[in-house]
């Protein structure tokens, strides 16, 4: 109990020296707290606007589909399954039909992929439903991306020229015209491709009842089974490049940990070897009184731990009410960034759980002790006349 007193007093009568310690800890365990809870938004944000916007619950592949590979959407098409056409009519699934197409923007010409997808369809969050509403028959409806656009030129109210190969080989032509373009940050529906209706590139494939991709509901309870012609594709699967992306980018999330956490130890650290070289004297007054070396060296600790709890303390009073905010309205990030070929949303909504304020107040509490620890322990070497005198050593 006295070594705690004793503690208390020498932290309380610091003055400045305290407080900046106290800062310098707060602001650091704030901005650790900021910086993995903005990265756990941003991976769950992420992920759930690549379901909502692609994936869904879960895909069916046409075995020769390979979406790197466009020269194999010409015979990755093929009759859908009765199993499967079942799911569609009961709303649980929608097809996809993929192609590959030329383009003639501005008298260039570009490769482009058309997808064809029911304009009735709610298993994907993309505004198809606008592909029906055009009323005009001398051209195709189709929907592009803002990345698309960009790259092309074409706006709402545009026609380009398209050429395309069917599935017996031969070359046909016709007009697209452009009745929306969508503001979407996930490129694998944007960049480089047209959404036309189904039907419509059914027929302009000569490929009736064909599909490519199967995209099933969210949270569905059952899932058919596969077959030599249709593959599923999970989550696991379907989202595995996101999911490497985020692990590298998680990197330097843990490398602004440590630098964080080694410049607010770093400051704990010289504080306390400065403490200790101008408290020689008091170290062998309480040596002499009978202070055992090892009840100094828990002294100089507790003034570490305390040190700790009142960065705590502090960092949660002005701390709290800034990451409480910037969850609710989150952090806007600068429009280049949507040209990014990462997934990731204009306002990114930091994720903050209990188990992060935990782990992140245990390993900066160890870590204060530690350090607090390591200059005290020079302590058990020393005699206390050589301490009454100023010596270290």
Known sequence: MLVLKLA???????????????????????LIVLTEGLYDGMSEQVKDAEIDSSV???????????????????????????????????????????????????????????????PDQKIVNLPVTVLKEEQDTNAIPGLIGFRMAKSTGLQAGDYVSARWRNIKGTFDAGDIKIVKVININIPSVDKGQIWIPLESLRTMMQAPGQATVITFKKNLSRIPSGSREWIFKDHNYLLKDLNENISRKRLYSNFMFSLLLGIALLAVFDTQVLSIFRRRKEIGTLMALGMTKWSVIILFT?????????????????????????AKEGIVLPRMIEQSQFAILLVLYPKYGLKLYIVTALILFISVIIVSFLPAHRIAKLKPTDALKGKLS
């Open 8 to 30: 208390f007093r020498n932290i309380t009568h610091a003055g400045l020296r305290t407080w900046l310690n106290v800062i310098v800890l707060s602001f650091a365990f704030v």
């Open 56 to 118: 869904g619950g879960g895909q069916f592949w046409q075995k020769d589909y390979d979406p790197n590979d466009p020269f194999s959407f010409e015979t990755a098409h093929s009759e859908i399954p009765v199993d499967l056409k079942k799911e569609i009519e009961r709303d649980n699934a929608s097809a996809v039909l993929i192609a590959s197409a030329s383009i003639f923007p501005r008298n260039l010409i570009q490769s482009v992929t058309l997808k064809g997808i029911d």
């Open 302 to 326: 507790l003034e570490g731990c305390l040190l700790g709890i009142l960065a705590f303390i502090t960092g949660f009073m002005y701390g709290y009410p800034i990451l409480a905010y910037l």
